[in-house]
């Protein structure tokens, strides 16, 4: 129950769809999601093959709680090996197509080869068919593939892609769904772009049904109330994740020009006050509205217009139509990170990475390390073809179109920082871990923060734990390896469930488990669920370690380590990320390679390192 029992494998090198029944140990084991999935690829994927080879799966999958009425129960999840960094990578999303998926009567799909020409997956509920995407959707943008395959299919169906920017193999791309919701991190785009599948197309009208359907009927309900109750959850609402700039650009935990400050002087200019003013004396302000994803009560996204006279629409794209607009990483890493304070250049750039599926964390970050290169003279106009300074909105918006397209300058920061920086000498201006650039919080300021980045499987991520309370009041970094690591599992089962992190404005994993019970076959209990939590964690660790990554990997760029923060609450810090390691790897039973005990392996049930 809750579970079609069925998953889609598709062989894009010889072209054939066929179906098998889902694999029920794992799904008892490792949940859903991003820990079901983990485990297909854990025993499909080899760990050292090219991620961009026809050799990688790329695995769509949904939760056992996606397509059920259950608040936020849209989500699915992309699993591969990461295009960015090398390692797992899961990149999960919102809007309508993983229940539409799921509607269909597919569980997952699992891609694997690449397709001689370009492809697109068409799903009419249970009928699979691989269709040219050649003179078609392929070369244009993930807004205009998606309106083409509605155009042609129907617009009851919902679609997941890729832009030009996962056809050019940007190390960042991602892959988008229902126009600007994002599975965003680590590169899956670039996976997809490199089989040549461009998008999946999807008619789903089956319902999904529930083991106990009174009972899971009163649990939703009751969560429903759970979140209109919730303090956090009104933010959300109202304000979206951007809340976050008011309270990290106070805290001086806001990551600012490459990390050369944690306070960016101007960052109530893009902050959700700056969204909700109106510019001048008789001018609409930015954000025009709120929306949410399927089943949701939140509404976190935000819709928001760009001034029609901004020099963003004199040339080149514009962007007329209210669109997706800032969230709280994109506007730190497309505005505080390269010190851009112009709101509507911000939206731009965000606007393109949305259209041209692409990781705006990733993007922004990126260029911050080529501003710090330019400023320094390690690379010159020549080179970038336009002058690039921090705080330019021009560079700012030239780039973002140059990178998605992978043209002029822009194919140089499509290879990531970490790429950028080594190839110019200077690898320590890469503000990335394993490769994966930084989201919004500073590790000199928010001490668990820069533990959750070092030990995150798939890079830096904010995301994978939830230290955020604990380093808002205290930088002591003791405290935080035990936080670090309960959250860390906490969030692997709740990635795995098939419902947004964002419930957690209201729920708690006892609450969830409910849900489960009364949802799936199986006594579900939050140890259940946190024993899951800490098998998945172990699983992706142990696909990473035959992958190549080892104890040395968990770490920070030199400047989080040695540069003390030069203002904020937390002024004349570093992260103090050796001792917090040590005590976390003890935490996790790992040994001092961070390599997982037996007794560990045993108890989770998983298999014995082979090395
Ligand atoms: S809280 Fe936001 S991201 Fe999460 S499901 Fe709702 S609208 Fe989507």
Redesign the pocket.
């Known amino acids: 129950m809750s579970w079609q029992g069925k998953i889609l494998r598709v062989d894009l090198t010889s072209r054939t769809c066929v179906a098998e029944p889902l694999n029920k140990d794992w799904r008892d084991a490792c949940i859903g999601l991003r820990g079901l999935a983990s485990r297909y690829l854990f025993a499909e994927c080899d760990p050292r093959a090219d991620p961009l080879s026809p050799d990688v799966p790329l695995i769509f999958a949904t939760g056992p709680l996606t397509g059920t009425s259950a608040a936020?129960g849209?989500r699915y999840a992309v699993i591969t090996k990461g295009a960015l960094t090398g390692a797992i990578a899961c990149s999960n999303s919102?809007g309508y197509f993983g229940a539409a998926l799921k509607f269909a009567g597919w569980d997952m799909i699992i891609f694997t080869g690449r397709a001689e020409s370009p492809v697109y997956l068409w799903l009419d509920n249970d009928r699979a068919e691989l269709r040219p995407a050649e003179d078609f959707i392929w070369g244009k943008s993930f807004w205009e593939a998606e309106e083409a395959l509605k155009e042609r299919h129907g617009h009851d169906v919902k679609v997941a892609g890729i832009g030009r920017a996962g056809e050019n193999r940007v190390r960042f791309a991602a892959i988008m769904n229902d126009r600007d919701r994002a599975a965003g991190r680590s590169g899956v785009g670039a996976v997809m772009g490199a089989k040549a599948l461009k998008a999946i197309a999807v008619r789903g009208q089956r319902g999904v049904s529930v083991k106990d359907p009174a009972r899971f009927a009163e649990v939703v309900m009751e969560g429903h109330a759970l979140l209109a109750a919730s303090a956090s959850r009104h933010s959300?609402t109202t304000y979206g994740t951007i809340a976050m700039m008011s309270k990290t650009g106070a805290f001086g935990a806001l990551p600012t020009r490459n990390c050369r400050d944690v306070t960016f002087e101007k960052y109530e200019d893009i902050s959700e006050q700056a969204m909700r003013t109106p510019p001048a004396p008789g001018r609409r302000p930015n954000l025009v509205t709120n929306?949410?994803?399927f089943a949701?009560t939140?509404?976190?996204?935000r819709v928001a217009r760009i001034q029609p006279d901004h020099f963003t629409a004199r040339k080149g794209k514009r962007y007329t139509l209210p669109q997706g607009g800032l969230e709280y990483e994109s506007a730190y890493a497309l505005g505080a990170m390269v010190g851009v304070a112009d709101l509507d250049a911000c939206t731009y750039a965000n606007m393109v990475c949305n259209e041209e599926g692409m990781d705006p964390i990733s993007f922004g970050v990126t260029l911050a390390a080529a501003m710090e290169l330019y400023e320094l003279g390690v690379i010159s106009e020549s080179e970038t073809g336009m002058p690039l300074p921090f705080g330019s909105p021009q560079a700012l918006v030239e780039m973002v179109a140059q990178t998605a397209r992978a043209e002029g300058f822009g194919a140089e920061l499509a290879k990531g920082s970490r790429r950028l920086c080594a190839q110019h000498g200077r690898p320590e201006l890469s503000m990335s871990v394993k490769g994966q650039e930084f989201p919004g919080y500073d590790p000199r300021a928010m001490q668990g923060m820069g533990l959750a980045y070092a030990t995150s499987p798939r890079g830096a991520c904010h995301l994978r734990a939830d230290p955020y309370q604990s380093d808002f009041t205290t930088a002591d970094p003791a405290v935080k390896p035990p936080i670090v690591k309960d959250t860390q599992d906490e969030n692997a089962a709740i990635d795995s469930l098939g419902i947004?992190a964002?419930t957690t404005a209201g729920w708690d994993l006892d609450f969830m488990a409910r849900l489960m019970d009364a949802a799936c076959e199986g006594n579900w209990t939050k140890e259940r669920l946190l024993k899951a939590g800490e098998r998945i964690w172990t699983l992706e660790r142990l696909f990473n370690l035959a992958a190549g990554f080892a104890g040395r990997d968990d770490t920070l760029p030199p400047r989080s380590l040695n540069e003390p923060a030069p203002s904020g609450v937390n002024r004349g810090e570093v992260c103090h990320l050796q001792a917090m390691l040590e005590a976390y790897y003890r935490l996790r039973q790992w040994d001092d390679q961070g390599r997982p005990e037996p007794a560990l392996l045993e108890r989770l049930g998983l298999p014995a390192l082979t090395e």
Do not use: S, V
Request: aromatic share 8%; charged share 5%; proline share 0%.
């Open positions: 936020t849209g919102g959300l929306k949410a994803c949701c939140i509404g976190c996204g947004c964002f």
